[in-house]
């Protein structure tokens, strides 16, 4: 028979202390790192205005524009930060254990912000002025959970963070640049402890609700998209940083959904009702329609790199079509 459902209060409630003893472990865990010291500020130098500088100019940085249109969307996303507490809180509650992990992981989740953007203007790699309409656009927009409950929400930015390391970490090597990658690889060190805290009270909620878990996570999986999605720009920025390879459909399956259902054992769990079965029927479907549209990505990448290396050798055949992003 089916277990009866658990309310939201009650599981945030059961689930205390296993939130209290991840964030001990995750303040035993982390370690204290200062955004001044990764960011070059000897290459900075006044902009134009008040203080009558040097314009901003396109050629000024050295970075891949694909790398410059990763970091754009990577701070954009850091910057929402407001947005993506109150949705947090929302879902859970500010008291207790619960509100002192939001509180750490939002003062995480901010020194990001500063360090990417004093980064960006030090080494002029964006235009400024672009960068500061595109933050007022974005915190202005603010962000629409796609969670409706503690369990949706735990399992978003579960899949959420492990996303974002991913795509920190990759704009790093991308960029070409020791001192971009330096900082990238310091943001995803605390990425990938937000991610194991929150994979871990997903863990727990598994054991307490199965059936309500499993169909939370399989709803995340199969609605997921970034937090950024709602920015200026955002699809034409995201296609060009897949096409990169910097984060696309072949990452998000690989390196992203697989390893984190197969962290979680879901295709093993016991203990499930008909809707936490029909639920991992649903995911287990879904990730085969996946695997297929990032294999098709993947082919017609190939192609339109194959086409403009033809293209460069006076090849006049036909190229195929720009892939996109799926």
């Given at each position: 028979?089916?277990?009866?459902?658990?309310?939201?209060?009650?599981?945030?409630?059961?689930?205390?202390?296993?939130?209290?003893?991840?964030?001990?472990?995750?303040?035993?865990?982390?370690?204290?790192?200062?955004?001044?010291?990764?960011?070059?500020?000897?290459?900075?130098?006044?902009?134009?205005?008040?203080?009558?500088?040097?314009?901003?100019?396109?050629?000024?940085?050295?970075?891949?524009?694909?790398?410059?249109?990763?970091?754009?969307?990577?701070?954009?996303?850091?910057?929402?930060?407001?947005?993506?507490?109150?949705?947090?809180?929302?879902?859970?509650?500010?008291?207790?254990?619960?509100?002192?992990?939001?509180?750490?992981?939002?003062?995480?989740?901010?020194?990001?912000?500063?360090?990417?953007?004093?980064?960006?203007?030090?080494?002029?790699?964006?235009?400024?002025?672009?960068?500061?309409?595109?933050?007022?656009?974005?915190?202005?927009?603010?962000?629409?959970?796609?969670?409706?409950?503690?369990?949706?929400?735990?399992?978003?930015?579960?899949?959420?963070?492990?996303?974002?390391?991913?795509?920190?970490?990759?704009?790093?090597?991308?960029?070409?640049?020791?001192?971009?990658?330096?900082?990238?690889?310091?943001?995803?060190?605390?990425?990938?402890?937000?991610?194991?805290?929150?994979?871990?009270?997903?863990?727990?909620?598994?054991?307490?609700?199965?059936d309500q878990a499993l169909m939370a996570v399989e709803e995340s999986v199969r609605s997921f998209r970034m937090p950024g999605h709602a920015m200026p720009g955002f699809a034409s920025m995201a296609a060009q940083i897949a096409i990169a390879g910097v984060?696309?459909?072949?990452?998000?399956?690989?390196?992203?959904?697989?390893?984190?259902?197969?962290?979680?054992?879901?295709?093993?769990?016991?203990?499930?009702?008909?809707?936490?079965?029909?639920?991992?029927?649903?995911?287990?479907?879904?990730?085969?329609?996946?695997?297929?549209?990032?294999?098709?990505?993947?082919?017609?990448?190939?192609?339109?790199?194959?086409?403009?290396?033809?293209?460069?050798?006076?090849?006049?055949?036909?190229?195929?079509?720009?892939?996109?992003?799926?």
């Amino acid at each position: 028979m089916e277990k009866l459902k658990r309310d939201d209060a009650g599981l945030i409630v059961e689930l205390e202390p296993e939130v209290s003893r991840l964030l001990d472990r995750h303040v035993a865990a982390a370690r204290e790192w200062f955004p001044h010291q990764y960011v070059p500020w000897s290459m900075g130098r006044d902009f134009d205005g008040p203080l009558d500088g040097e314009p901003w100019r396109e050629g000024q940085s050295r970075l891949d524009p694909a790398a410059r249109s990763a970091l754009v969307v990577n701070l954009l996303t850091e910057d929402n930060l407001p947005g993506y507490y109150h949705a947090l809180a929302v879902n859970s509650t500010r008291d207790g254990a619960w509100g002192e992990w939001l509180n750490r992981w939002t003062a995480e989740e901010d020194r990001h912000a500063s360090a990417i953007r004093s980064y960006l203007h030090a080494t002029r790699a964006v235009d400024p002025v672009s960068l500061e309409r595109a933050r007022m656009a974005q915190v202005s927009t603010g962000f629409e959970s796609p969670a409706a409950g503690c369990l949706s929400g735990i399992a978003y930015v579960t899949l959420q963070e492990l996303a974002t390391r991913i795509s920190h970490r990759n704009t790093g090597r991308f960029s070409g640049d020791p001192v971009c990658e330096g900082l990238m690889t310091r943001i995803a060190q605390d990425e990938n402890l937000h991610m194991v805290f929150y994979r871990d009270v997903l863990r727990a909620a598994l054991e307490l609700a199965p059936d309500q878990a499993l169909m939370a996570v399989e709803e995340s999986v199969r609605s997921f998209r970034m937090p950024g999605h709602a920015m200026p720009g955002f699809a034409s920025m995201a296609a060009q940083i897949a096409i990169a390879g910097v984060y696309d459909p072949r990452i998000h399956h690989d390196d992203v959904l697989v390893p984190l259902l197969r962290s979680l054992r879901i295709f093993d769990l016991e203990r499930l009702g008909p809707r936490g079965e029909q639920a991992r029927d649903s995911l287990a479907a879904h990730l085969e329609r996946l695997e297929a549209r990032a294999g098709l990505f993947v082919e017609r990448r190939a192609q339109a790199l194959a086409a403009r290396q033809r293209r460069g050798r006076g090849d006049r055949t036909p190229a195929p079509a720009t892939p996109v992003t799926t």
